[in-house]
């Protein structure tokens, strides 16, 4: 009798199951911290852009961002999905290790704490604000890599917890799972500068529910998100706000991302800035201090409930020779502001601003 024949794609699958050709090879299993990070609403902000160069810039920033971060903290990045970035903590490998949970929090408060300087980034660049969720779990992940790859991949319940309980964050805010909520209370690390409430539960189907906890930083790390290492706080890099010779500048805008942005521009340059989402208040603050404190008012022109031209006529009557820098994407700033002679060019910079262009205008006027 004649023996049949396989079919030679029979012996190549089998030869595929036996590990001969696997596109996929898994290389172990361990527990692990698993992070990800993802942009709140991406499909409306994506769609609002003009051309994909735009849309590039976009998730280029933000993704570099927060991988740059989890790379100072010692965590290692997986992938970037669309709009999020997956990532994990090789050195957790250790559940009892205190240390090591205060970095992984420590990376998470710099992820939030960098929104401001990447939304400084996407305002340079035309691009609208960016806001995020984080999201964690503790549990086992399989490791694997793909032939056509050099970077390791996570498989697992944990990666898929991690990524589906992700919208149950706050905007801006850390959501992790019960897990990881187990360990850091274990740990005692849920009174240790942060908050942690329940958040409710995700269903796993079969009548299983798993518990999710808000975690909510009650101490803040001034030092620069993207220069933090391990966790150590770079002291050349803390606020030096006592330091004689810097300029006090005050800035308004009822816009919070711009009053955010401009406060960063001068980070490094003037400490000693006070911002104002409201003119009133703005001038209930410049009456109570001494004439002169401020070398520079930043303000606005379009805002509320007083404008900046009403700002600047009430300014005048309280410190007529406060100096003022107007900031305006009106076309005709120039013509509403020769309705004070005081006022020159140089007084008025049309938005967007560049941070070059800004520092140097400010620089001008204080020195």
């Known amino acids: 009798m004649v023996p049949k024949v396989k079919d030679e794609s029979h012996v190549l699958f089998e030869t595929s199951l036996l590990g001969g050709d696997d596109e996929i090879s898994f290389s172990s299993s361990q527990n692990y911290c698993v992070g990800v990070v993802d942009i709140v609403n991406s499909t409306g902000l994506i769609a609002g852009m003009e051309n994909s160069i735009k849309i590039r810039k976009f998730l280029s920033i933000f993704i570099n961002s927060m991988a740059l971060i989890v790379r100072n903290f010692d965590g290692t990045v997986i992938k970037n999905v669309g709009d999020s970035l997956l990532f994990y903590f090789p050195d957790t490998s250790n559940s009892d290790s205190k240390g090591i ?12 704490d960098a929104r401001p300087i990447v939304n400084t980034h996407l305002y340079q660049e ?4 960016v806001n995020y969720r984080i999201s964690a ?4 992940v ?5 032939r056509s ?8 319940s944990t990666v898929s917890l991690c990524t589906k309980i992700n919208p149950m964050a706050q905007k801006n805010g850390i959501i992790i799972g019960e897990d990881l909520y187990r360990i850091i209370h274990s740990l005692k690390l849920d009174k240790n500068g942060q908050k942690v409430m329940e958040a409710g539960a995700y ?6 529910a798993y518990s999710v906890y808000e975690v909510i930083s009650t101490t803040h790390d001034l030092s620069n998100p993207f220069r933090r290492l391990s966790g150590q706080i770079d002291d050349n890099l803390k606020s030096t706000c006592n330091d004689r010779g810097l300029k006090n500048i005050m800035i308004i805008d009822d816009e919070p991302d711009a009053l955010q942005t401009f406060k960063l521009f001068l980070d490094e340059t003037a400490c000693r800035v006070h911002t104002f989402k409201d003119g009133e208040e703005a001038l209930r603050k410049i009456a109570a201090m001494n004439p002169g404190y401020y070398d520079l008012i930043i303000t606005d022109i379009r805002m509320a409930p007083i404008n900046g031209l009403e700002f600047y006529a009430r300014l005048a009557r309280i410190t007529p020779d406060a100096k003022i820098l107007f900031l305006s994407a009106l076309d005709a700033a120039q013509e509403l502001l020769s309705l004070f002679p005081r006022v020159k060019s140089q ?13 140097k205008t400010v620089e001008a006027l204080t020195s």
Do not use: H, T, W
């Open 347 to 359: 007084n008025i910079l049309k938005k967007p601003v560049n941070r070059e262009q800004f520092i």
């Open 126 to 129: 035309g691009l609208p604000a």
């Open 203 to 208: 269903s796993m189907g079969l009548k299983f």
């Open 137 to 140: 779990d503790y549990g086992r």
């Open 142 to 146: 399989e490791i694997a890599r793909s």
């Open 101 to 112: 949970f205060k970095k992984v929090f420590e990376c998470f408060a710099a992820m939030l």
């Open 149 to 156: 790859s050099k970077q390791d991949d996570l498989f697992g």
